[in-house]
């Protein structure tokens, strides 16, 4: 898993690619639709999409003449599980910091503890 995670960040570290995801994220587009904003060439973008397909993000398909490139939403749940997890393990330090901010806050005439009449 962290393996395939530091693949998909290092994909997403760059801000074209980030681009190419997002535009994607509205549905699929060829490699020439792709590069229209940019003042890149179709090869460049091409590459950006393997980046982007070597981790998982992209696939490319075959409709006819057209090669739509799809995004892969469940790449997005293991970044967003990933990223979850840890939200929650510091959502849990900061919880237990405020536990002890006030247990020092509520112990009157204690060092650190904030007494009556005190200047904060």
């Known amino acids: 898993m962290a393996d395939e995670l530091s693949k998909v960040f290092a994909a997403l570290a760059d801000p074209t690619r980030r681009d190419i995801v997002a535009r ?3 549905g699929d587009a ?6 229209e904003p940019y003042d890149v060439t179709v090869q460049a973008v091409s590459k950006h ?3 982007l397909e070597g981790a998982g993000l992209v ?9 739509p490139v799809h995004l892969e939403a469940n790449v997005f749940d293991l970044m967003t599980k990933w ?6 393990e510091a959502e ?29």
């Open 83 to 88: 990223i979850e997890r840890y939200r929650r």
């Open 49 to 51: 999409l393997k980046v």
């Open 24 to 26: 994607l994220a509205a």
């Open 59 to 67: 696939t490319r398909g075959r409709d006819a003449q057209r090669r």
């Open 92 to 120: 849990a330090r900061y919880s237990r910091l405020a536990d002890v901010l006030a247990e020092l806050n509520d112990a009157p005439g204690e060092a650190g503890g904030l007494q009556e009449g005190a200047v904060s």
């Open 30 to 35: 060829t490699v020439g639709e792709l590069a």
